[in-house]
Nanobody, 114 residues
Framework: QVQLVESGGGFVQTGGSMTLSCKAP?????MGWYRQAPGKQRMLVAL???????SYADSAKGRFTVSRRDAENTVLLQMNNLKPEDTAVYYC???????????WGQGTQVTVSQ
């Protein structure tokens, strides 16, 4: 069992910034973030590979930055210019390979008020 622990969620006003952190027992090839808004499916936000390659959902491009600190077993999501539609539960994910479902954190709520 792999435990991923997210932190950093909370309330923020439109246009504000927030950084989410995910602590893992060790780092995986692929680490990143998904989110799930009420009544919607869980969707990819951003992924980062062990080589530093990143991929983002269109909604995150230009506003969000995913990074990893392998020495600290941590993956971060810096979110800027937040919008109400970014309100969701954000989940950390860790995958050994792209085809894996991977391990998931318990989620952290991000609420962006208008």
């Amino acid at each position: 069992q792999v435990q991923l622990v997210e932190s950093g969620g909370g309330f923020v006003q439109t246009g504000g910034s927030m950084t989410l952190s995910c602590k893992a027992p060790y780092m995986f090839h692929l680490m990143g973030w998904y989110r799930q808004a009420p009544g919607k499916q869980r969707m990819l936000v951003a992924l980062i590979s062990s080589s530093g390659y990143t991929s983002y959902a269109d909604s995150a491009k230009g506003r969000f930055t995913v990074s990893r600190r392998d020495a600290e077993n941590t993956v971060l999501l810096q979110m800027n210019n937040l919008k109400p539609e970014d309100t969701a539960v954000y989940y950390c994910v860790a995958r050994a390979s792209p085809g894996d479902d991977g391990w998931w954190g318990q989620g952290t709520q991000v609420t962006v008020s208008q």
